[in-house]
């Protein structure tokens, strides 16, 4: 029985360190990228250098497209859209699957509010450290917040979505407390 307990600490030890240590870090430069997205069914050419020109940028990595998790992070930050903007914030998700999947998923999960980006090859999702460890055709769900000039001010791993959009408006509103921009 404590054999067990202990294995089962150090298992969950040795998991958090890993999830802690998957994703870049704060005050990393956010590795540009240029992929494929769809917004509500239509297909364009994202590039994080040309969003982070209008403001900061969310980006999350999920495993899946239509799994539960996914669908579940993709309502919520549907849902909290309006917020994102607000603090002049692009939100985008990226994941491995092709862009015909990702068409009917930017429609009816994604709500037609934001895009998602199709990294089939998980190229990006390697840049950023965030493909799941035990499951390396799929990215882990990561989300990031970079901030204009590139940097990356935010990072948190957790493959249970509930959090990724709190936490990712909260940094989003402390950086900007900290660094107001002029207003008209």
Not at 47 to 64: I, S
Not at 89 to 104: C, E, F, K, Y
Request: charged share 15%; aromatic share 10%.
């Amino acid at each position: 029985m404590l054999a067990r307990l202990i294995a089962a600490t150090v298992l969950a030890a040795a998991a958090a360190m890993a999830v802690a240590s998957a994703a870049l870090g704060v005050g990393t430069k956010a590795p540009d990228f240029t992929l494929q997205a769809s917004l509500g069914g239509t297909v364009y050419t994202f590039n994080l250098a040309d969003a982070l020109r209008k403001g900061p940028v969310v980006l999350y990595f999920y495993p899946a497209a239509f799994t539960p998790g996914c669908t579940i992070e993709a309502h919520d930050f549907a849902a909290a859209i309006d917020r994102f903007k607000a603090l002049g914030a692009t939100v985008i998700g990226v994941s491995h699957d092709t862009i015909a999947t990702l068409n009917r998923f930017s429609v009816s999960e994604c709500r037609k509010k934001f895009p998602v980006a199709a990294d089939p090859q998980l190229q990006v999702a390697r840049a950023y450290d965030a493909v799941l460890p035990a499951h390396t055709a799929y990215a882990n769900r990561t989300s990031y917040v970079i901030v204009p000039d590139g940097t990356i001010v935010y990072t948190y791993t957790n493959l249970d979505p509930s959090q990724h959009v709190a936490n990712t408006l909260a940094a989003l509103r402390g950086w900007e407390l900290a660094h107001p921009s002029p207003r008209p």
